[in-house]
């Protein structure tokens, strides 16, 4: 399964893919990268990988359709059958969703469908939860509201603070991300009559 990887930053769940990738537990080949950010690392590590990678920047365009549709000419440039949002900062629009519609997912360092949107893990550690984790789920219209897949669990320790949350819940990213997409890409976990189906 061939798939355009979005990112807007230093993409790390992008290098997690790709190691996986190398080492055959992820049965996807990465077509693409995409980037709303010019500098952001996760282009770097794709030049790194020999993976081709292009930045877009919205601001180019005059509506959100507009930059979406240049995605768009990238991912089927490069025959891209699946779009893995992986630290993509930024809302999708109708205009992605239309032309992938079951076909996008996104990873949140949240249990969903608690704390939502932006710092997920400092919204957990401020509301004091005892567990946090992260969540891979299909993308819909809304913030993180897509169908969940899968969610790994970590303790929320007494003395954490941000970073050191953000990093337990970083590794369960690491490891859940590609094992959705490989699952993804050996037809055992889609999107059936708006209900996720997995199979074992
Ligand atoms: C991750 O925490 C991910 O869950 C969130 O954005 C962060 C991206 O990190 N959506 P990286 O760019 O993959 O290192």
């Given at each position: 399964?061939?798939?355009?990887?979005?990112?807007?930053?230093?993409?790390?769940?992008?290098?997690?893919?790709?190691?996986?990738?190398?080492?055959?537990?992820?049965?996807?080949?990465?077509?693409?990268v995409?980037?709303?950010?010019?500098?952001?690392?996760?282009?770097?590590?794709?030049?790194?990988?020999?993976?081709?990678?292009?930045?877009?920047?919205?601001?180019g365009?005059?509506?959100?359709?507009?930059?979406?549709?240049?995605?768009?000419?990238?991912?089927?440039?490069?025959?891209?059958?699946?779009?893995?949002?992986?630290?993509?900062?930024?809302?999708?629009?109708?205009?992605?969703?239309?032309?992938f519609?079951?076909?996008?997912?996104?990873?949140?360092?949240?249990?969903?469908?608690?704390?939502?949107?932006?710092?997920?893990?400092?919204?957990?550690?401020?509301?004091?939860?005892?567990?946090?984790?992260?969540?891979?789920?299909?993308?819909?219209?809304?913030?993180?509201?897509?169908?969940i897949?899968?969610?790994?669990?970590?303790?929320?320790?007494?003395?954490?603070?941000?970073?050191?949350?953000?990093?337990?819940?970083?590794?369960?990213?690491?490891?859940?991300?590609?094992?959705?997409?490989?699952?993804?890409?050996?037809?055992?976990?889609?999107?059936?009559?708006?209900?996720?189906i997995?199979k074992?």
């Amino acid at each position: 399964m061939k798939i355009a990887v979005l990112a807007s930053g230093r993409g790390s769940n992008l290098q997690a893919i790709i190691d996986a990738i190398a080492v055959g537990s992820c049965a996807a080949e990465i077509a693409v990268v995409l980037s709303d950010k010019a500098d952001a690392y996760a282009l770097e590590r794709a030049s790194k990988s020999g993976i081709p990678n292009f930045s877009v920047n919205p601001k180019g365009f005059e509506n959100k359709a507009a930059y979406e549709n240049k995605l768009l000419e990238y991912i089927r440039q490069y025959n891209c059958e699946f779009i893995v949002l992986a630290g993509y900062m930024r809302l999708v629009g109708e205009t992605l969703l239309a032309a992938f519609p079951g076909r996008i997912i996104n990873i949140h360092p949240a249990l969903l469908p608690a704390f939502p949107g932006l710092h997920g893990q400092k919204q957990a550690l401020d509301y004091g939860v005892k567990v946090a984790g992260c969540t891979v789920h299909f993308v819909d219209c809304g913030m993180d509201t897509g169908k969940i897949i899968a969610q790994r669990v970590v303790p929320v320790l007494q003395d954490d603070d941000e970073d050191s949350l953000s990093a337990r819940i970083l590794e369960q990213e690491h490891s859940v991300f590609p094992y959705v997409i490989d699952k993804i890409a050996k037809g055992e976990i889609y999107l059936e009559n708006n209900k996720v189906i997995i199979k074992e």
